[in-house]
């Protein structure tokens, strides 16, 4: 990824969207630091984040990566209401 992104927040993610250098779906990378909680909420939190951009991935533009950075207080989100946070930022 290149330093070109643009970058959407919510309360609890950061969303850097840039264009990818190969065509092709959008893909995904994650950041969940130590913040979020212990391994057990951070694991918690991307299976939520992967399981949610695998299911929207089509609805997402193509050649786009996708950083989703979590902030903390994100482990304390419900699996609902993690995706429409995601949803938001995504639809910016």
Request: glycine fraction near 8%; hydrophobic fraction near 40%; proline fraction near 4%.
């Amino acid at each position: 990824m290149n330093r070109s992104g643009k970058r959407r927040a919510s309360g609890h993610f950061v969303a850097v969207v840039a264009p990818s250098r190969e065509a092709g779906p959008a893909k995904l990378g994650l950041a969940v630091s130590r913040r979020v909680g212990n391994a057990v909420a951070r694991n918690r939190v991307k299976r939520r984040i992967r399981e949610w951009f695998r299911h929207e991935r089509e609805s997402l533009p193509r050649d786009t990566d996708w950083v989703l950075i979590a902030r903390s207080g994100a482990a304390e989100l419900a699996g609902p209401a993690t995706w429409r946070e995601l949803k938001e930022l995504a639809g910016r």
